[in-house]
Nanobody, 115 residues
Framework: QVQLVESGGGLVQPGGSLRLSCEVF????????MSWYRQGPEKERELVAT???????KYVDSVKGRFIISRDSAKGTVYLQMNSLKPEDTAAYYC?????????WGQGTQVTVSS
């Protein structure tokens, strides 16, 4: 069984930075792909960034060059460093993990970008 717990959200001004963390509890060594999704007001949930076990990463075009996903497999934690934040980045951000036992989601952490 796997549980994901996000932290690090908050209110930030445009141009600012935040770092989200997602801590994995349970069978951390079975985790394969990990991702961050987000869902803004009246929008569908979208994939923001993905990192594989080998460290390869992918990003949605709107965050390329601004966001960095990373993971510490020993600690069972994945991070999302968000720089040059824009109002359109405002959303609830969710951590996702794929493991042999299934797919897992965190409870979400709110990011609000506003002056």
């Amino acid at each position: 069984q796997v549980q994901l717990v996000e932290s690090g959200g908050g209110l930030v001004q445009p141009g600012g930075s935040l770092r989200l963390s997602c801590e994995v509890f349970g069978s951390i060594f079975t985790i394969g792909v990990m991702s961050w999704y987000r869902q803004g007001p009246e929008k569908e949930r979208e994939l923001v960034a993905t990192i594989s076990r080998d460290g390869s990463t992918k990003y949605v075009d709107s965050v390329k060059g601004r966001f960095i996903i990373s993971r510490d497999s020993a600690k069972g934690t994945v991070y999302l460093q968000m720089n040059s934040l824009k109002p359109e980045d405002t959303a609830a951000y969710y951590c996702y993990a794929l493991a042999p036992g299934g797919t897992y989601w965190g409870q979400g952490t709110q990011v609000t970008v506003s002056s």
